[in-house]
């Protein structure tokens, strides 16, 4: 019994053995390991950023490091980027509002419908108070924070302004977090008139370096160790859009006669909540799958 005991424990050993060199071969392989180095400048918003400075150049290190080897979360984000940034970009374009703006989207959502523990939603985080002031509509049947084009152009309101304020898109995105009067607070205590040399609470001073390391990573996400195929982002969706201006009572039942289910219209918008849109005043537009429907008159579902 004794010999047995012996073997057995030799054999698990050998076997931990193996599987630790197994690790640290990899490991030592691994392109987590070796991030390609910060550059000594980099743009954000049209402004160049010094990464010279010892506090930004650490600071941005930590950002780069944390979303690096959070795997599965960037490796999401690079996927839906392919799909959401393209309709982002033309909005944030239209809007004249620059293009990195997208990357704080991604930090604020992952660019998923998140609901956060305060009551914020959506892709850009409005809180309900927040998003009555911007415009989008909350009630039982719709919130259109859940709705990608009107929350971007609510988010667009809202920086146009923050940038009229402290004419600094930095300072504005900054302020997306902190809000525009603790941004002012906080330069006005500490005699600057930048966020690089303004000490902010530890999510504000984090904030713009996550969207610049966002911003590095996802524009060469194979120098941080995502080598994710081309074929397997997801794929832009091909939709029409169908106005609406008479009310659906039931929505799985409109769906059904636009060769479609709820499941799906749920799917491409998540803005609808309830499986009726009646509440008054109708004006919405419903994104459908790209193919030939049969687009009666909604009357006709009444039945």
Partial sequence: MKIWCVLLLFLIAISCKEQKNKVNTRNSNSEFNQLPPIPSSMELFG??????????RERLDNELIVNSYLHSSTSLIIKRANRHFPEIDQLLKAQQIPSDF???CVIESNLTQAISPAGARGFWQFMPETAKEYNLQLNTE???RLNIQKSTLAACTYLKKSHAEFKNWILAAASYNRGMGGVRSDMKS???????????NNETGRYVFRIMAMKLILENPKAYGFNIKSTDLYPIRSTQKVNIDAPIPDLALWAK?????????????????????????INYVITLPK???NLKNYVDYKQ
């Fill in 47 to 56: 402004e160049k950023i010094d990464l010279r400075d010892e506090d930004i």
């Fill in 257 to 281: 006669n636009q060769h479609v289910n709820l499941k799906i219209v749920r799917k491409l918008n998540p803005w609808l909540l309830a499986n009726s849109l009646t509440i008054k005043p």
């Fill in 190 to 200: 500490q005699y600057t008139n930048n966020y690089f040399d303004t000490e902010m």
């Fill in 102 to 104: 997208k990357y704080l």
């Fill in 291 to 293: 193919r030939s429907y």
């Fill in 142 to 144: 719709i919130d259109e």
